[in-house]
């Protein structure tokens, strides 16, 4: 399987731990997006990476959460002294991006997600 | 801000009982918008995407269109296993490469 793949697919926590949830996107692509999604609504933006570089932040990234993508190939979200509002379903994605210097939207590809309980 | 609005929140059909979604937007010049199916405890997976308005994109039963304000996602003659979640969002050029979603509508096919 080629897609998109998130682990673990459930985290249950309790409140003040630190988790960590690991993503590796479709090799081909070079862009790679977090999202959270709580029941009942879309997902909502987080960050995104072009290669290793973290290019965006939403401003729902507290200081709390740590993302890295080293070597621009797999990508880490690290959230730190858990809430119970940090409950919730962390969706990654990935896509493929532009060349330098034109402007176009890729589709992005989704993976299975992580499943976060904090307790 | 950018704003996306789906309607209806949730839509229960018999088998074959054709019927539409829609999707309304907001956005500072729309780069793209994409439809998702969602499928319960799974991420979305990529159906569509749209770039400008009378555009039209076609895949089985569903078919996704596009004007200047608003996305309608039209099942046609829908099967149980068409029964699922489905998501717009969009991308802005403003907004650099982020999606904003629809909150989703909910789709019940009976055979």
């Given at each position: ?39 009942g ?22 200081d ?26 962390y ?19 989704f ?9 | ?72 996602l ?37 055979p």
């Amino acid at each position: 399987d080629t897609g998109v793949s998130q682990n673990p697919r459930h985290k249950i926590t309790k409140r003040g731990q630190n988790v960590t949830f690991r993503c590796d996107p479709i090799s081909e692509h070079n862009r790679l997006y977090w999202y959270r999604q709580t029941l009942g609504q879309g997902p909502e933006f987080l960050t995104y990476f072009q290669n290793e570089a973290q290019l965006e932040k939403s401003r729902l990234l507290s200081d709390r959460f740590s993302a890295e993508r080293p070597k621009g190939s797999f990508s880490t979200l690290e959230i730190q002294r858990t809430e119970q509002g940090d409950s919730a379903m962390y969706l990654c994605a990935s896509s493929f991006g532009p060349p330098l210097g034109q402007v176009r939207s890729y589709e992005q590809y989704f993976g299975p997600g992580t499943r976060l309980t904090v307790t | 801000e950018d704003q996306v609005t789906q309607s209806p929140e949730a839509l229960r059909l018999q088998e074959g009982e054709s019927s539409s979604l829609n999707c309304s937007y907001t956005v500072s010049g729309l780069r793209g918008l994409f439809w998702y199916r969602q499928d319960p405890g799974k991420g979305p997976e990529f159906l569509f995407t749209l770039y400008s308005a009378g555009e039209e994109k076609e895949k089985e039963r569903l078919k996704a269109t596009l004007t200047k304000k608003e996305s309608f996602l039209h099942i046609t003659a829908p099967k149980p296993e068409d029964s699922a979640t489905y998501l717009c969002a969009v991308q802005a050029e403003a907004a650099g490469n982020k999606l904003t979603f629809g909150g989703g509508t909910r789709v019940l096919v009976k055979p």
